[in-house]
């Protein structure tokens, strides 16, 4: 499990409810088990563009994954940290296809011991099509914060 205390905001939209499932699957590890493939396959586009890019100097694993092995990537990367305080603040859809989540956590990078000082908050903005994401794009809260927790 990523994270231990799942909180969700309220859903108001079907592809809102799409991407609180896909948050909470991945939040249960359902995107690094057996069924990875078919969770990976449920929730995504064979083209999905995960743009994950940040200004970084101690880690490598902020930058962009494409298509299905590029989520589990990207999600396989996700386990270099902890965050065991991960909260989803607000779910919305502020168009037919686009739903924006903000969620906060104190990540805790696990190679380092380090902790953020504080709650990190962040944006992810999803674009749904048919129940299913094609784009995501993170828009990160404390970039540099959260690079330093990587430095060994």
Known sequence: MVFSDLT????????????????????????????KNETTKQFYW?????????NATN???YTTYKGHAGVLKWTER??????PDFTILSTVATSH????????????VKATGKVAPFKVSDI?????????VRKMKFYWGYPAEVDALFKK
């Not at 996700?78 to 965050?83: A, D, G, S, V, Y």
């Not at 992810?124 to 299913?132: D, I, S």
């Open 8 to 35: 969700m905001g309220t859903t108001t939209s079907a592809n809102v409810t799409t991407c609180n499932r896909m948050i909470e699957a991945w939040g249960t590890g359902a995107f690094s088990g057996d069924k």
């Open 46 to 54: 064979d083209d999905v563009v995960v743009d994950a890019t940040m």
């Open 59 to 61: 880690t490598d694993m």
């Open 78 to 83: 996700l386990t270099e940290l902890e965050f």
């Open 97 to 108: 296809d686009t739903v924006l989540a903000k969620f906060s956590s104190t990540p805790v």
């Open 124 to 132: 992810l903005e999803m674009t749904v099509v048919n129940g299913k």
